[in-house]
């Protein structure tokens, strides 16, 4: 009988965790792009946010500063020095009742001896160091104060080293001395340049167990060094000055050898000298209840320093930062292996993102959305407008090629509905692959191995699709359906009707012809004007030069045109309309009717005014209004096209 070991996986990402969706995170940069933020900036605001199932760097950041804060609320760093006081306070006590009964003179000795200790804790430790405790328990206590002021020392520079220096016999402690020696000459000599890899791998060797870490060369091993010592020299900066003055006193009696406090200081001396860059001057504020000792405050220290490195990797506000450069170890040492498993999915988005070629870099550096991503936003905005269409109309999806006419040489899935005869190579091809990787017998025909040939009408249309880019269309939230419309219509253009031409022209005070990356990127600006005649006289233009093409002119506005283009190339503006104003767009409106186009408007708003102009417009060019809402705005405009194109 087979039996199973089941353990947490810790190798990476979970392997049965769901795919980044990385279409929906294409969708939200596009949004927030179209919206007027640069593609680095969306990309920034999505890994801050995070995206569904996974927490972004916002709340990672929130929860690091929740954790340092909760860490200097709960402890404080007197820890060491109130054990001492303890201790040291029951030995006196016990030495005290232990002399009293006895009438002897050298009894009133020691306790005028025991009286006339100096003030503070420290001078009393070093004064007592060469009394002869008569009490068990004296005795006792005054070793545990040395024992327990060797184990904090060592450990605020070694961690670990407490546990391993309980119950230290005086062979422990002259290891760990001959070890100090032998370190601060392996420093000594790499200062002078000295030292060789030779003599690294010896001392390592001989004194490995002191180094948990494992480094591989001495740059190694003074880095680690140096970032703990580092941590305990904040903690000393920490404290008050007379708590500073008592603890570094109360060290020279580290295990009753002031040998080893020597030791360790010149270790800090060497390590400060060979690592500058190591922040040795700061302090913090712990103002909680819990004491903690001379370790655990190192700890705590250098515990502050991660969370603070982590904080500035998390806040990606450097040149050049790349989720890339968080450490993950570090952040599940301080927030758990959740927030690891949160953070290497967005590592793994933004890994995704740039290795998809979603997003590139543009001629001057700056980041970009890629022609791949654009496709995929203006599908994704189609697929929104068939939608709207199907509910609206109840309808099915309409999104076809074209109604029934030549082949465009490619084919496509069978869906319920389709009239369009069958591409039957690509049908049997699919047959014999799925049955042969399932079944594996004869092969049989499924509804889904059905492709059909695509088509296309023949039939060309210039379509040139003006949009309003005046500050009103940004004001009144117009600025993003816009936006997406015109990604739809593009996308539908460009894949079911390749031989349309299609134009993109903006109008604001001037009217320009843009491409769909362009459109897409523009941020809005505060500017006057709704120049409908320049608009019109570049969708004229457009038209002119296809003139074997069905002209198709869309026009999405929220105003009444205030703006005309004079001769000489400038742009008069005035509000109310000028009537010169007006008769120059009505004019450019005829010149369209004469060949051929009628111009749709789409009016977005209920300005009285505007739609008593774009009326005239319909009846003086033969085309329609519309007034959508703007969740209808993309359904009516390509709804708009696929009628004008079939006329």
């Given at each position: 009988m087979s039996t199973f070991a089941y353990r947490p996986w810790h190798d990476g990402p979970d392997p049965l965790a769901p795919p980044v969706d990385i279409r929906a995170a294409l969708d939200q940069i596009g949004r927030d792009v179209m919206e007027g933020s640069s593609p680095r900036t969306a990309l920034e605001e999505l890994l801050r946010q995070g995206v569904r199932g996974t927490r972004g760097l916002d709340e990672m950041t929130r929860r690091l500063w929740q954790q340092r804060s909760r860490l200097q609320r709960r402890h404080r760093l007197d820890g060491t020095l109130q054990e001492v006081q303890r201790l040291l306070q029951e030995a006196l006590e016990a030495e005290k009742r232990h002399l009293f009964p006895d009438p002897s003179d050298d009894a009133r000795f020691r306790e005028a001896q025991l009286d006339n200790l100096p003030a503070g804790t420290a001078a009393q430790v070093r004064d007592l160091a060469d009394y002869d405790w008569q009490s068990q328990t004296g005795r006792e206590n005054y070793q545990k104060i040395?024992?327990?002021?060797?184990?904090?020392?060592?450990?605020?520079?070694?961690?670990?080293?407490?546990?391993?220096?309980?119950?230290?016999?005086?062979?422990?402690?002259?290891?760990?001395?001959?070890?100090?020696?032998?370190?601060?000459?392996?420093?000594?000599?790499?200062?002078?340049?000295?030292?060789?890899?030779?003599?690294?791998?010896?001392?390592?060797?001989?004194?490995?167990?002191?180094?948990?870490?494992?480094?591989?060369?001495?740059?190694?091993?003074?880095?680690?060094?140096?970032?703990?010592?580092?941590?305990?020299?904040?903690?000393?900066?920490?404290?008050?000055?007379?708590?500073?003055?008592?603890?570094?006193?109360?060290?020279?009696?580290?295990?009753?050898?002031?040998?080893?406090?020597?030791?360790?200081?010149?270790?800090?001396?060497?390590?400060?000298?060979?690592?500058?860059?190591?922040?040795?001057?700061?302090?913090?504020?712990?103002?909680?209840?819990?004491?903690?000792?001379?370790?655990?405050?190192?700890?705590?220290?250098?515990?502050?320093?991660?969370?603070?490195?982590?904080?500035?990797?998390?806040?990606?506000?450097?040149?050049?930062?790349?989720?890339?450069?968080?450490?993950?170890?570090?952040?599940?040492?301080?927030?758990?292996?959740?927030?690891?498993?949160?953070?290497?999915?967005?590592?793994?988005?933004?890994?995704?993102?740039?290795?998809?070629?979603?997003?590139?870099?543009?001629?001057?550096?700056?980041?970009q959305l890629s022609p791949k991503a654009m496709r995929r936003l203006g599908q994704t905005a189609l697929k929104d407008v068939v939608n709207s269409l199907s509910a609206r109309r109840g309808e099915r999806d309409t999104a076809k090629a074209g109604a029934a006419g030549e082949p465009t040489g490619s084919s496509r899935p069978w869906q319920f509905g389709d009239t369009e005869p069958w591409d039957v190579s690509r049908t049997v091809r699919n047959a014999v692959l799925r049955t042969a990787s399932t079944t594996g017998g004869a092969v049989t025909l499924d509804v889904e191995d059905v492709e059909i040939v695509e088509t296309e009408q023949r039939a060309r249309a210039a379509v040139a699709l003006c949009v309003d880019t005046s500050w009103s269309m940004v004001q009144d939230g117009r600025w993003l359906p816009m936006k997406r419309t015109a990604l739809a219509l593009h996308h539908l253009v460009r894949t079911r009707f390749r031989n349309d031409a299609l134009e993109l022209i903006t109008f604001g005070r001037h009217a320009s012809t843009v491409d769909i990356a362009e459109l897409t990127a523009l941020e809005g600006v505060w500017e006057q004007g709704t120049n409908l005649h320049h608009a019109l006289l570049l969708a004229g233009r457009h038209v002119r030069r296809h003139p074997d093409a069905q002209p198709v002119v869309i026009v999405v506005t929220d105003g009444e045109p205030t703006a005309h283009l004079e001769p000489d190339g400038e742009a008069e503006f005035n509000y109310p309309p000028l009537p010169r104003t007006l008769r120059l767009t009505l004019a450019e409106v005829d010149k369209l009717a004469r060949l051929g186009a009628s111009v749709s408007v789409f009016m977005l708003g209920d300005d009285p005014k505007l739609e008593a102009f774009v009326d005239i417009v319909a009846r003086r060019s033969g085309g329609r209004v519309v007034n959508p809402d703007l969740d209808g705005l993309g359904a009516a405009v390509v709804s708009d096209y696929l009628r004008n194109r079939r006329r």
């Open positions: 040395q024992d327990l002021l060797g184990q904090e020392l060592m450990e605020s520079r070694f961690k670990g080293m407490k546990e391993a220096l309980r119950n230290a016999t005086p062979q422990d402690v002259e290891r760990i001395r001959e070890m100090m020696s032998d370190l601060n000459d392996l420093l000594a000599a790499h200062a002078q340049g000295r030292d060789t890899q030779q003599q690294f791998e010896q001392f390592m060797r001989k004194h490995g167990e002191f180094f948990p870490e494992n480094p591989r060369n001495v740059e190694e091993l003074i880095d680690a060094l140096a970032a703990r010592a580092a941590a305990a020299q904040r903690m000393m900066n920490s404290m008050s000055a007379e708590q500073r003055a008592e603890l570094s006193e109360l060290i020279q009696q580290a295990f009753g050898d002031p040998r080893l406090a020597g030791e360790v200081a010149r270790l800090d001396a060497q390590l400060q000298s060979l690592r500058p860059g190591e922040d040795w001057t700061s302090s913090g504020r712990f103002r909680g209840n819990n004491p903690m000792g001379m370790g655990e405050g190192a700890q705590a220290m250098q515990d502050l320093a991660e969370m603070d490195a982590l904080a500035e990797q998390l806040s990606q506000s450097y040149p050049g930062a790349r989720l890339e450069d968080i450490d993950l170890e570090a952040l599940e040492r301080q927030l758990g292996p959740e927030t690891g498993v949160d953070a290497r999915r967005l590592q793994e988005l933004e890994r995704e993102l740039r290795n998809q070629g979603l997003l590139e870099r543009a001629p001057d550096g700056s980041l």
